[in-house]
């Protein structure tokens, strides 16, 4: 029988294989376990970010591409004020691997009402008190656990709420980080579902937030590339695959020209391919349509969301973000990591 899981299994095969002729040195790796995808018995443990990015990386073996900037011009004006501080911030997707280390950092500042917006309260409550090792896309992952005592967990469902409902629950609500995104299963429905979560979803969540007439900053998280067809990169390897996905970075870019499109200001982070591990290198920010590879630590994605959040830099700015493995992590650009 044709499974999701089986699905995903011959894509990533077909991607080690066949890429191990003409990878470059760097990107070839010692222990050739360490680049397979791994499924648990639950399909729906599978991460499509950490799957599609690992994939696409191994599969494009080509380097950055020369427009990358350390500092998008736009983004390194000095003088700037910051923006002001939010009381209270929205984590949609708040369990999501990403969603999850937003909501730590903002639960550990001590001075905000942070909302945990969530599928199923009970469940997520239960997943998010709790430490454990989990298999997810293409890495064993340890996540950490976050104390919800400083978190109010709120229901909230793109697919299945109203954008009524969803603005009941982001209420008096400054700030909504959008850390969203469909998770691959039946490979016959997963067209249906990424434009279900991250096209009428996502423009549901922008709505919402408009609605409660509070929300003042969106920052969303997207992904490189989405933007591909019109920068000449629709044949580049990390577009086609990354897209092979449900014709996810089309989904993503119909949400992202909707919130552009506004009228609230916003920050769109675009991350590379994503890592469970700690960061190794440097952050580094290019303008937007100039990446089209590369790898991020989840750690440093949560970061730079927070950041932007109160940075008066980022206001209405698309940031691609990617990690300089070789030199520890530091403060960039202003930036308060």
């Not at 984590?91 to 909302?115: C, D, F, H, Y």
């Not at 969530?118 to 469940?123: G, L, M, P, S």
Request: proline share 4%.
């Amino acid at each position: 029988m044709f499974t999701s899981s089986s699905c995903v299994c011959l894509i990533a095969v077909a991607l080690v294989h066949s890429t191990s002729a003409f990878a470059p040195a760097w990107l070839k790796v010692s222990n050739p376990s360490t680049s397979a995808i791994f499924l648990s018995s639950n399909d729906n443990a599978v991460d499509r970010r950490d799957a599609i990015g690992q994939a696409a990386q191994l599969f494009a073996g080509v380097a950055l591409t020369s427009a990358l900037a350390n500092v998008p011009v736009a983004f390194a004006e000095e003088g700037v004020a910051a923006a002001p501080v939010a009381k209270k911030v929205v984590v949609a997707g708040a369990t999501g691997q990403t969603g999850r280390r937003v909501l730590e950092r903002l639960a550990s500042t001590g001075n905000l009402e942070v909302i945990g917006g969530v599928r199923n309260v009970d469940k997520a409550a239960s997943s998010l008190e709790e430490s454990s090792t989990v298999i997810r896309g293409a890495m064993v992952q340890k996540v950490a656990s976050i104390d919800t005592s400083a978190v109010t967990l709120k229901k909230l469902d793109v697919v299945k709420d109203s954008v009524d409902d969803l603005a009941a629950s982001m209420a008096g609500a400054e700030s909504l980080v959008i850390a969203t995104g469909f998770i691959p299963g039946n490979p016959l429905k997963m067209n249906a579902a990424a434009h279900e979560v991250d096209n009428i979803g996502t423009i549901k969540l922008i709505d919402a937030a408009k609605k409660t007439g509070s929300v003042k900053k969106i920052v969303m998280v997207s992904s490189i590339l989405t933007n591909g067809r019109n920068w000449g990169q629709e044949k580049s390897p990390g577009f086609v695959i990354t897209n092979a996905f449900g014709n996810v970075l089309d989904e993503k870019l119909v949400a992202e020209n909707y919130l552009r499109a506004s009228g609230v200001d916003y920050t769109i982070v675009r991350p590379g391919g994503l890592k469970a591990k700690p960061p190794t290198g440097a952050l580094q920010i290019s303008g937007e349509d100039t990446l089209n590879s590369g790898e991020i630590s989840r750690d440093l994605v949560a970061d730079v969301c927070v950041a932007s959040l109160t940075d008066a830099k980022a206001a209405n700015k698309v940031l691609e973000i990617i990690e300089d493995d070789g030199t520890p992590p530091k403060v960039f650009n202003g930036l308060n990591m």
